[in-house]
């Protein structure tokens, strides 16, 4: 079955207090907000490049056989679509760079593999998501703090474990730019962003065949939503396991498997359960992977 045949991921060297983060750049209040939301710590990596993280998560998987296609998907606006200084070292191997649909990018290109590896066109694709800042000052917005990470998952049709049994991303953009869209746009899209985060885990659950997750591994640094999220869904809050975010904040959209990776390998998500991956993007994304690992 089509799944996640290996992984692995690199995340900044230093992890730092938000306090030792956002001193000087955010007022006490907006510290103290940040905690209330469920932020604690971040890891940070100001000074290294993005392509040395890229790097080091790929080395991590040791593999035996090179994949066909490398699919590096990123919410970064300086790395262009040709960049040639991105993975020179994965040599004859076509690197494709994908971007857009920020917080839920990774998604879309798991997706995107899948449908190349069940298609037959490859035997096996991988799948990197990275994000990073190289500054303090860069990863503070929309009230969160950034980490900086990469994760690589080897995507393959001969996959007995972490089966991917569907994917839904949907688009539907209210607040266009972000953090700098029109206050009403803002307003708007907050107002319907839990209902259209449990429609697009309504109908991943549907492509599955199933009723329900076992569990939900959830991307953002903000608990209060997913408290909102859980009671729309009418879910235990307890499935939803986000307890990791204090330690990471926000990862942009690879944060959902950085977690599951964590879960899995803490023993948290045994054997046969399913995990839906989850990220809702600023201004009207949605990426879902539901998984039984």
Known sequence: MIGIAKYSFEAGRASRSIED??????????????????????????????????HSAFNKLCLEQMPGLILVAHSLPFIKANDSQIMTYA??????????????IMHRAVKLASDMVRAGTYRSVLVIGADKAYSDRERIFFGTVMSDAAVALL?????????ILASHVHTN???????????????????????MMREAIRVCTEKAGLDEADYYV?????????????????????RFLDGGIKLTGHMNSHDSFYHYITLCNEGIITKGKTAMLINPGFGGSQGCTLIRR
């Not at 209330?36 to 890229?54: E, K």
């Not at 191997?93 to 839920?104: A, H, K, N, Q, Y």
């Not at 859980?230 to 307890?238: F, G, H, K, V, Y």
Request: aromatic fraction near 4%; charged fraction near 25%.
């Open 21 to 54: 983060i956002a001193s000087g750049l955010c007022t006490p209040e907006e510290i103290e907000n940040m905690h209330a939301i469920g932020l604690s710590r971040a890891y940070t990596d100001n000074s290294r490049m993005i392509d040395d993280m890229i």
């Open 91 to 104: 040599k004859d191997i076509p690197v494709l760079l994908v971007s857009g649909l920020p917080c839920v």
């Open 155 to 163: 995507i393959s049709n001969e996959c007995e474990e972490h089966c």
């Open 173 to 195: 953009i209210i607040a266009p730019y972000g953090e700098n869209s029109d206050d009403g746009d803002i307003k708007r899209f907050r107002a319907v962003n839990v209902q």
């Open 218 to 238: 959830p991307h953002t640094s903000n608990s209060r939503f997913w408290d909102a999220v859980s009671e729309l869904c009418r879910t235990d809050r307890r």
